[in-house]
């Protein structure tokens, strides 16, 4: 027979194997909770660094493209012959693009260029300095001597650089529209070559004449090598010439109704009062483009580049 003690005993004994338990049990469930919010705080440190190192290569980066812009804006003319009149609409997209122009005395010429060159951003600007660089190039080579003679033989040296024209290679159609002025100071006579663009002719009275250069790009596998560009011939004696790339005319309007800018459009505002001086029509062009805009952002690279003789 077991004694009253003994029970009492046993029972308290019962009691304390299920408290050991339950704390033991409740230590496991604070070292699970001081593990989660150990992990939790490495999570949130890593998090952190992460976040750090990600805004670092940001930063990098704009310091990088804010480095191309200075670049790529030196490539541009820093003096203007004093012959002519002459304004310009210089806008990339994204800080760098591959729009450019060219304008250079060549002593009896003067050479004007307005460049579209596939893409924009750094891409963009990659390409325009390929391209850029071609141009100087073309400017002492003795063999080329026309408007025409400039675009083919810049066609047949970006095509041979991204080898465009070898079997061997992947086709690539990079390359540019634009146009290519050449303007003879005594006999205020203009060359004029396009690939896949046109100019745009302002006389004191009349409409707008439109000079339409070839339907083909410079580069490209589609465009055959030695490609002849034709070259026209204009008297601008009293013009003012309007050289663009087409990122003006492709500015869209507000909601609801998206209208690009547009060609007739365009044509309105060059045709409107611009009292023979260029940078007015800059200045018309500009207003225009913002009033069409409204809030809109611009899609594309925009250069126009308007002159006269003086």
């Given at each position: 027979?077991?004694?009253?003690?003994?029970e009492?005993?046993?029972?308290?004994l019962t009691?304390?194997?299920?408290?050991?338990?339950?704390?033991?049990?409740?230590?496991?469930q604070?070292?699970?909770?001081?593990?989660?919010?150990?992990?939790?705080?490495?999570?949130a440190?890593?998090?952190?660094?992460?976040?750090?190192?990600a805004?670092?290569?940001?930063?990098?980066?704009?310091?990088s493209?804010q480095?191309?812009?200075?670049?790529?804006g030196?490539?541009?003319?820093?003096?203007?012959?004093?012959?002519?009149?002459?304004?310009?609409?210089?806008?990339?997209?994204?800080?760098?693009?591959?729009d450019?122009?060219?304008?250079?005395?060549?002593?009896?010429?003067?050479?004007?260029?307005?460049?579209?060159?596939?893409?924009?951003?750094?891409?963009?600007?990659?390409?325009?300095?390929?391209?850029?660089?071609?141009f100087?190039?073309?400017?002492?080579?003795?063999?080329?001597?026309?408007?025409?003679?400039?675009?083919?033989?810049?066609?047949?040296?970006?095509?041979?650089?991204?080898?465009?024209?070898?079997?061997?290679?992947?086709?690539?159609?990079?390359?540019?529209?634009?146009?290519?002025?050449l303007?003879?100071?005594?006999?205020?006579?203009?060359?004029?070559?396009?690939?896949?663009?046109?100019?745009?002719?302002l006389?004191?009275?009349?409409?707008t004449?439109?000079?339409?250069?070839?339907?083909?790009?410079?580069?490209?596998?589609?465009?055959?090598?030695?490609?002849?560009?034709?070259?026209?011939?204009?008297?601008i004696a009293d013009h003012?010439?309007?050289?663009?790339?087409?990122?003006?005319?492709?500015?869209?309007?507000?909601?609801?109704?998206?209208?690009?800018?547009?060609?007739?459009?365009?044509?309105?505002?060059?045709?409107?009062?611009?009292?023979?001086?260029?940078?007015?029509?800059?200045?018309?062009?500009?207003?225009?483009?913002?009033?069409?805009?409204?809030?809109?952002?611009?899609?594309?690279?925009?250069?126009?580049?308007?002159?006269?003789?003086?």
């Amino acid at each position: 027979m077991v004694s009253p003690d003994s029970e009492e005993t046993d029972i308290d004994l019962t009691e304390v194997e299920r408290l050991e338990s339950e704390i033991s049990n409740q230590t496991k469930q604070i070292k699970k909770l001081e593990m989660q919010v150990k992990l939790g705080g490495n999570l949130a440190k890593e998090l952190e660094r992460q976040k750090a190192v990600a805004l670092e290569a940001q930063e990098e980066v704009r310091k990088s493209i804010q480095y191309a812009s200075r670049i790529q804006g030196a490539m541009l003319p820093s003096s203007l012959p004093d012959d002519l009149l002459i304004d310009r609409i210089w806008k990339p997209l994204n800080v760098v693009g591959g729009d450019f122009y060219v304008i250079k005395d060549l002593g009896e010429t003067i050479l004007i260029a307005v460049i579209d060159c596939t893409g924009h951003g750094v891409p963009g600007a990659l390409l325009s300095t390929l391209t850029g660089s071609i141009f100087d190039r073309l400017i002492h080579d003795p063999d080329v001597s026309t408007a025409g003679e400039y675009l083919t033989s810049a066609h047949n040296l970006i095509s041979t650089m991204l080898g465009q024209h070898d079997d061997s290679k992947v086709k690539s159609n990079d390359g540019f529209d634009g146009s290519i002025c050449l303007l003879n100071k005594k006999t205020k006579t203009l060359q004029f070559a396009g690939a896949r663009s046109s100019i745009f002719l302002l006389p004191l009275d009349g409409q707008t004449i439109e000079v339409k250069g070839n339907r083909k790009s410079a580069g490209g596998s589609r465009t055959p090598i030695n490609y002849a560009f034709d070259t026209h011939e204009v008297n601008i004696a009293d013009h003012i010439v309007v050289m663009l790339t087409d990122g003006i005319m492709d500015v869209m309007s507000e909601e609801p109704t998206h209208v690009l800018f547009g060609k007739d459009r365009l044509l309105n505002i060059l045709s409107m009062w611009n009292d023979y001086d260029p940078s007015r029509i800059i200045n018309n062009v500009q207003i225009a483009l913002d009033n069409h805009r409204g809030t809109q952002p611009f899609r594309d690279d925009m250069t126009l580049v308007a002159f006269r003789l003086n």
